[in-house]
């Protein structure tokens, strides 16, 4: 059984820029989910996945966009990027029919420059 | 709308004492409270959860609905507790989707 993977692992982009953020859900679940995580801060909820279409939003502005794969994968994409998006970006799935938590990936550390 | 409080940003003991990470929550509906941890190099993993009413790794954390509180507590911390933690809540039987609080560092030492 995989876990989940976010790729790539560190990415430096300019000020705006467009990006994709890449996420592969643990094998038999179906739902994913997108967090911003800024320095010193708890992860902050973007946008969940599921059965391909959005399931619920956080208050993030629509440059931020995402989509699901039959698969379940997920591409996180943020347009126009600003300095204030520099984050670890964390993706987390988890099994639509079961409530045992997230499985999170590592993340994908953004800089803005 | 949904908050979650943690105080804390560190928390620092010696090793065999006890801990207590507080977190504090606001909701006006029935929550479900987590407890999430990031050991260092590690990813963020569910440590407990209020429903299951479990001891994970020597944790406890008791739903006080009065206090609107989670609070995690061992009595005996050991080094290799030393992590992030995090709080979380979320609305019962909606969407799996979490709230979290800003996360307690917790170094217990030697």
């Known amino acids: 059984e995989t876990g989940v993977t976010q790729s790539p692992t560190h990415l430096i982009k300019t000020r705006g820029q467009q990006v994709t953020l890449r996420c592969s859900s643990q094998?038999?679940?179906?739902?994913v989910s997108w967090y911003q995580q800024a320095l010193g801060q708890g992860p902050q909820f973007i946008f969940q996945?599921?059965?391909?279409?959005?399931?619920g939003r956080g208050n993030f502005p629509p440059r931020f966009s995402g989509l699901q794969f039959p698969n379940y994968s997920s591409e996180l994409n943020v347009n126009a990027l600003e300095l204030d998006d520099s984050a670890l970006y964390l993706c987390a799935s988890s099994p639509a029919d079961k409530e045992d938590g997230y499985t999170f990936g590592s993340g994908t550390r953004l800089t803005v420059v | 709308a949904q908050r979650v409080t943690q105080p804390e940003k560190l928390l620092s003991v010696f090793k065999g004492a006890p801990v207590e990470l507080k977190c504090n929550y606001s909701?006006?509906?029935?929550?479900?409270l987590f407890w999430y941890v990031q050991y260092s190099r590690q990813r963020l993993q569910l440590l407990l959860r209020?429903?299951s009413r479990e001891s994970i790794k020597g944790f406890t954390a008791d739903l006080n609905k009065g206090e609107t509180s989670f609070h995690l507590k061992k009595p005996f911390a050991q080094e290799e507790d030393s992590a992030m933690y995090y709080c979380a809540l979320r609305a019962s039987g909606g969407s799996y989707i979490p709230t979290f609080g800003r996360g307690t560092s917790l170094i217990v030492h030697p």
């Open positions: 094998s038999g679940h179906n739902t």
């Open positions: 209020h429903i």
């Open positions: 909701y006006s509906g029935s929550p479900e």
């Open positions: 996945y599921y059965r391909e279409e959005e399931n």
